[in-house]
């Protein structure tokens, strides 16, 4: 006998099953990668299985939740489908818990948890969405543009004490850097040996990535007239661009968020500072 607690979640885990599967068959049905494609119609298989599994013991049949179907496949549009993959398989850790819980109560769940535990796991690592090869890219453009473009707008601050001076020098400054690092980095991988990225997308991921951060962070210098305020409200840009992007590829390389987000946020801080530092003086130098 099931009591009403057992049986809530149940009709839970029933629904994350529905919505998974819809979400998987959503994005296999968007890719061009046949092979990718093929695998995750074998996951969107497999949820449905599940969802079917839990209908005999809610009596009912699961409608998909139209507002997370949504809103994952546009995730999977804007971040690509291996994240939203990865980011709904780590929320199934804590739901394999919730399922031994049920072992003995319920006939069958014991296969369950190893189709979770071990086969969705091998059929996740078999995944190669082509964009993701160029990751190293988008890391290089975006530290670089944290570091060197924090720093510098964080200097001219002081220096100049003018917001629209500082967004201009900031916008010059960081253009010439982008064109300048996507041109290295497409020199860098043309001379690699053994890779599979292309020389001229390694170069486009990397100086777009460094572009959009510039925007971000002259934004504040642009809508505030008191520039300590934009200085202030920068430096925030500059925490929830690392946080996000922390978070990103920690879930994409399965690795800790701390690993990504503290080493980036005290490089850019430290630098910001010391070019705080320099830009006071160099104002005191001007005024004199």
């Known amino acids: 006998m099931i009591d009403d ?18 979400i998987y068959t959503n994005i296999a ?32 049949v699961a409608k998909p939740n139209k507002f997370m179907i949504w809103l994952f496949s546009f995730l ?29 109560t319920i006939p069958g769940i014991d296969w369950l948890i190893r189709d979770e535990e071990e086969h ?29 473009l924090s720093g510098t707008l964080a200097g001219l601050t002081l220096a100049f004490q003018n ?4 967004a201009l020098s900031g916008l010059v400054t960081g253009i010439a850097a982008a064109l300048s690092m996507a041109a290295s980095e497409y020199l860098s991988t043309r001379t690699e040996e053994h890779t599979t990225k292309e020389p001229f997308k390694a170069a486009i991921y990397t100086g777009i990535a460094y ?27 500059v925490f929830v661009i690392i946080a996000f992007f922390s978070y990103y590829m920690s879930v994409l390389r399965d690795e800790k968020f701390s690993k990504h987000f503290f080493s980036m946020a005290a490089i850019s801080v430290g630098v910001a500072l010391i070019s705080f530092v320099f830009g006071y003086f160099i104002q005191q130098f001007i005024e004199f």
């Open 76 to 104: 999977s549009k804007a971040l690509g489908y291996t994240f939203v993959i990865k980011l709904l398989e780590n929320r199934e850790e804590s739901t394999i818990n919730a399922y031994k819980n049920l072992e003995g």
């Open 163 to 166: 917001t629209r001076m500082i």
């Open 5 to 22: 607690k057992t049986l809530a979640a149940i009709i839970e885990f029933q629904q994350d099953e529905i919505n998974d599967h819809v």
């Open 120 to 148: 969705e796991a091998s059929l996740i690592a078999m995944l190669d969405e082509p964009h993701l090869k160029y990751a190293g890219s988008i890391v290089l453009g975006l530290n670089d543009a944290l570091v060197e």
């Open 211 to 237: 572009i959009v951060t510039v925007a971000f962070l002259i934004l504040p210098y642009l809508v505030f007239s008191n520039y300590f305020v934009a200085l202030a409200v920068m430096m925030t840009t």
């Open 29 to 60: 049905n968007d890719i061009k990668e046949e092979k990718d494609a093929k695998t995750i119609r074998k996951l969107a298989g497999d949820e449905l299985r599940h969802t079917q599994f839990w209908e005999k013991y809610t009596g009912k």
